[in-house]
């Protein structure tokens, strides 16, 4: 038997870890429940010691955010499988059983997700990873269930079992030994995309990333950093292009960067004319970072060989936008 451990990081999360701890509590037995803390100023874990005492508690000495903020905690768990949980998650019934057993009949499944669906509209895939990610030709990020902002109903579609690209941050399983090949994540990302760039550089190093349906959890989603949040943008923007730096062939990935950057100072000028000056300040700011950053970022390229194909259609910019494609199976034939 396998033996989980669910972390949840914190920071200044009080409120979020007395609403949904006790689920992630009831629902996860034989597992080991952590709270990693990211240095919070509020009450979190005093509240944690009272009133959960059976919770292993992680306390970092900075917020390194999501990426180091992980990386530092999980140095101090013990187990086969790590589930990193955000702290705005409702866990339902039964959710480890699926992920467990898939884990214990694909030995080639070096991370999971399960189905996220939106815990304010129950019937409705969440943003944050909805049925699995993927990524189009051009590195731009989508899900199975959200294309953009157009989320999709649960109807049973994706109750399935099938690779990904990329699974979600917000309830991500990794195989501790896969983590630790990998170094953990990137911390020069902080928050937002590390979850892609982990599981590029694992299916790098010949590793599966794989959705399981038949589990299910429930995200409120926006916590931490809302969808139009401009800090959100500029880090999403950013981290995008160093993952394509990090993680493609050197030819393509440098002819991907020009047509990447082009294409970030067309949606800029978008943002001017939807009024959302402070988001194309946010893509100006997030390309001068990038821009200091290259080296180190070029310097980081995996000595494993590069996969090839890791797309799953060549634009879904010009998909969603043109051609007004709003479902994954109108997008995708498999």
């Given at each position: 038997?396998l033996?989980?451990?669910?972390?949840?990081?914190?920071?200044?999360?009080?409120?979020?870890?007395e609403?949904?701890?006790?689920?992630?509590?009831?629902?996860?037995?034989?597992?080991?429940?952590?709270?990693?803390?990211?240095?919070?100023?509020?009450?979190?874990?005093?509240?944690?010691?009272?009133?959960?005492?059976?919770?292993?508690?992680?306390?970092?000495?900075?917020?390194?955010?999501?990426?180091?903020?992980?990386?530092?905690?999980?140095?101090?768990?013990?187990?086969?499988?790590?589930?990193?949980l955000?702290?705005?998650?409702?866990?339902?019934?039964?959710?480890?059983?699926?992920?467990?057993?898939t884990?214990?009949?694909?030995?080639?499944a070096?991370?999971?997700?399960?189905?996220?669906?939106?815990?304010?509209?129950?019937?409705?895939?969440?943003?944050?990873?909805?049925?699995?990610?993927?990524?189009?030709?051009?590195?731009?990020?989508?899900?199975?269930?959200?294309?953009?902002?157009?989320?999709?109903?649960?109807?049973?579609?994706?109750?399935?079992?099938?690779?990904?690209?990329?699974?979600?941050?917000?309830?991500m399983?990794?195989?501790?030994?896969?983590?630790?090949?990998?170094?953990?994540?990137?911390?020069?990302?902080?928050?937002?995309?590390?979850?892609?760039?982990?599981?590029?550089?694992?299916?790098?190093?010949?590793?599966?990333?794989?959705?399981?349906?038949?589990?299910?959890?429930?995200?409120?989603?926006?916590?931490?950093?809302?969808?139009?949040?401009?800090?959100?943008?500029?880090?999403?923007?950013?981290?995008?292009?160093?993952?394509?730096?990090?993680?493609?062939?050197?030819?393509?990935?440098?002819?991907?960067?020009?047509?990447?950057?082009?294409?970030?100072?067309?949606?800029?000028?978008?943002?001017?004319?939807?009024?959302?000056?402070?988001?194309?300040?946010?893509?100006i700011?997030?390309?001068?970072?990038?821009?200091?950053?290259?080296?180190?970022?070029?310097?980081?390229?995996?000595?494993?060989?590069?996969?090839?194909?890791?797309?799953?259609?060549?634009?879904?910019?010009?998909?969603?936008?043109?051609?007004?494609?709003?479902?994954?199976?109108?997008?995708?034939?498999?």
């Amino acid at each position: 038997m396998l033996k989980i451990a669910v972390v949840i990081l914190n920071w200044n999360g009080e409120a979020l870890l007395e609403r949904y701890l006790p689920s992630v509590i009831e629902y996860s037995k034989g597992a080991t429940v952590v709270v990693a803390d990211n240095a919070s100023t509020d009450d979190s874990i005093s509240f944690v010691k009272k009133n959960h005492p059976e919770v292993v508690i992680i306390q970092n000495k900075e917020n390194g955010g999501f990426a180091k903020g992980y990386n530092d905690a999980l140095a101090h768990v013990d187990a086969d499988i790590y589930c990193l949980l955000n702290s705005d998650v409702e866990v339902t019934p039964k959710w480890l059983e699926p992920i467990q057993k898939t884990f214990e009949t694909h030995p080639e499944a070096a991370i999971i997700q399960p189905k996220i669906l939106d815990l304010l509209k129950p019937n409705f895939f969440e943003y944050a990873g909805a049925a699995g990610g993927f990524i189009d030709q051009l590195g731009y990020p989508f899900c199975r269930g959200r294309i953009f902002q157009s989320l999709e109903e649960d109807k049973g579609q994706y109750n399935d079992i099938r690779e990904i690209f990329w699974a979600t941050g917000a309830c991500m399983f990794i195989r501790k030994k896969v983590y630790d090949d990998l170094g953990g994540f990137d911390e020069d990302y902080f928050a937002h995309q590390e979850e892609v760039d982990l599981c590029w550089r694992a299916q790098n190093k010949g590793y599966k990333v794989l959705y399981v349906g038949t589990s299910e959890v429930f995200h409120l989603g926006g916590s931490t950093l809302s969808n139009m949040n401009p800090k959100k943008t500029y880090l999403n923007f950013r981290n995008s292009l160093f993952s394509i730096t990090k993680n493609l062939p050197r030819k393509k990935a440098l002819v991907l960067i020009f047509f990447r950057l082009l294409l970030d100072g067309l949606a800029a000028l978008r943002f001017i004319f939807q009024g959302k000056g402070r988001h194309c300040i946010a893509v100006i700011r997030a390309h001068f970072s990038y821009y200091r950053q290259f080296g180190k970022m070029y310097h980081k390229r995996e000595k494993a060989n590069f996969i090839e194909k890791y797309y799953k259609t060549k634009s879904i910019v010009w998909s969603h936008y043109v051609y007004k494609i709003n479902t994954f199976k109108n997008l995708v034939k498999d």
